[in-house]
């Protein structure tokens, strides 16, 4: 297992988690992108982080709440989530690209790719937010 999430659980509407993704893989640069599928949708790219430099990109319906960060000594991502509501009851799951050339792949892109693209992903946290 190449990623592995943790800190889902549940909370009331209003409340805040940290969710991380811990990568095993050793790699120089790749983008790690958080996505959240609910019961009956489509999952959804949320937000995204370059390993090396830190550019991130977020989806509109999370801006502004949600923050994607890194610890690169521990090759872990984290996405804090504030103000949750309960349509924000999902399973969290990340996912690796590993940048195998020069440049940097379209990283809003990345938040809309089939899952095939992505070289590593997780198992997933659950988040159940109550109202």
């Known amino acids: 297992v190449q990623l592995v999430e943790s800190g889902g659980g549940p909370v009331q509407a209003g409340g805040s988690l940290r969710l991380s993704c811990a990568a095993a893989?050793?790699?120089?640069?790749?983008?790690t992108v958080w996505f959240r599928q609910a019961p009956g949708k489509e999952r959804e790219g949320i937000a995204v982080?370059?390993?090396?430099?830190?550019?991130?990109v977020y989806a509109d319906s999370v801006k502004g709440r949600f923050t994607i960060s890194q610890d690169r000594a521990k090759r872990t991502v984290f996405l804090q989530l504030n103000n949750l509501k309960p349509e924000d009851t999902a399973l969290y799951s990340c996912?690796?690209?590993?940048?195998?050339?020069?440049?940097?792949?379209?990283?809003?892109?990345?938040?809309?790719?089939?899952?095939?693209?992505?070289?590593?992903w997780g198992q997933g946290t659950q988040v159940i937010v109550s109202s």
């Open positions: 996912a690796a690209l590993l940048f195998l050339g020069d440049g940097t792949p379209d990283l809003r892109h990345l938040l809309s790719s089939h899952p095939a693209e992505f070289d590593y």
């Open positions: 893989f050793h790699f120089d640069r790749y983008a």
């Open positions: 982080i370059v390993s090396d430099d830190g550019t991130t």
